[in-house]
């Protein structure tokens, strides 16, 4: 027998199951797609865990993570959610800093308490490429409200180990959503280290993106670092990172491991992309560092 957490009203159904709605998190209309735990009966792993938090790359719609979700353990409840401006989510008229959008990301949480009927006082935090930058942020500024941490394909900001300048001009624009000749071109720098065919299928799951949302990603990521406040995150984290990723140079992982004082550095022989498009491989390195911890009371 299983048991799963009650269902909003006026929600659609995602790909990988659970349900999916807008809701109005400090003014602004924010789309949130939430999987909820499932508790089996049985001797062993009838303990729900702890949820988990995605935050998506620049650009990508909570769809992105599709294939991840599909992998990750069912006692564990999955929140994802679109950024102002992007997917479905509400736009901002002015771009908003890492800081008010890990503010954001808490007072979504605090919502779904009242939803779902879990409790989201500590979650566990997985943040992949320019999502590591709120992921980050918001483990600095909710220190207790964070069992573990992913890093995954990420760096520290704008004082990072940078790309090469060909790859940054390639992520200045939100094209590679949008245009699929463009992606298959701008592929051959980004994606290096990735199946072309596997990338189509992420990007053919997303919404078309805004210019004026994607810029506005741009800036909380240019305006912001994590670098100098490293040694401040003492939650256990893993720097997940692909060694021919040519976005986020592998340099940036290990200078990560480095300065987490909990950090565990995991290379693996893919590119930018590797969790999404080698989801049951990569997504089990995931899984074992989450682990079975339980949820907060």
């Known amino acids: 027998m299983t048991a799963v957490a009650p269902l909003p009203a006026e929600s659609d159904v995602p790909e990988s199951g659970g349900w999916e709605r807008t809701l109005s998190v400090a003014g ?3 789309r949130v797609a939430v999987r909820p735990a499932t508790t089996a009966s049985g001797p062993a792993g009838d ?43 509400q736009g901002s008229t002015f771009p908003l800093p890492m800081a008010a959008l890990s503010t954001l990301l808490a007072d979504l949480l605090d919502q779904l308490d009242g939803l779902t009927g879990t409790s ?15 992921a980050q ?16 394909s990420t760096g520290t900001g704008v004082m990072m180990v940078p790309a090469r300048f060909g790859v940054l001009a390639r992520m200045l624009t939100p094209r590679r959503y949008n245009d699929k000749v463009y992606r298959h071109q701008a592929g051959r720098e980004i994606y290096v280290g990735e199946d072309q065919d596997a990338v189509d299928a992420l990007f053919s799951r997303v919404k078309p993106v805004r210019a004026t949302a994607y810029l506005h990603q741009l800036f909380a990521l240019t305006t912001w670092t994590s670098l100098p406040v490293l040694p401040m995150i003492t939650v256990p984290t893993l720097v997940l990172a692909g060694r021919r990723d040519p976005v986020i140079p592998v340099v940036n992982a290990h200078l990560m491991g480095s300065l987490l004082p909990h950090g565990t550095v995991h290379l693996h022989d893919g590119g930018h992309l590797g969790l999404l498009t080698r989801p049951r ?17």
């Open 28 to 30: 602004r209309r924010i």
């Open 47 to 89: 303990t729900p865990v702890r949820p988990l938090v995605l935050v998506n790359g620049i650009g990508a719609s909570l769809e992105l993570f599709e294939p991840l979700v599909a992998e990750l353990d069912p006692r564990r409840e999955v929140v994802r959610f679109d950024v102002p401006g992007i997917g479905g989510s």
């Open 281 to 297: 491989e990569l997504g089990g390195i995931v899984e074992d560092f989450l682990g079975p911890g339980p949820r907060a009371s």
């Open 120 to 134: 989201h006082r500590v979650v566990d935090v997985l943040g992949l490429s320019w999502g590591g930058g709120i």
């Open 137 to 152: 942020q918001f483990t600095l500024q909710y220190p207790h409200r964070v069992g573990r941490l992913a890093l995954v």
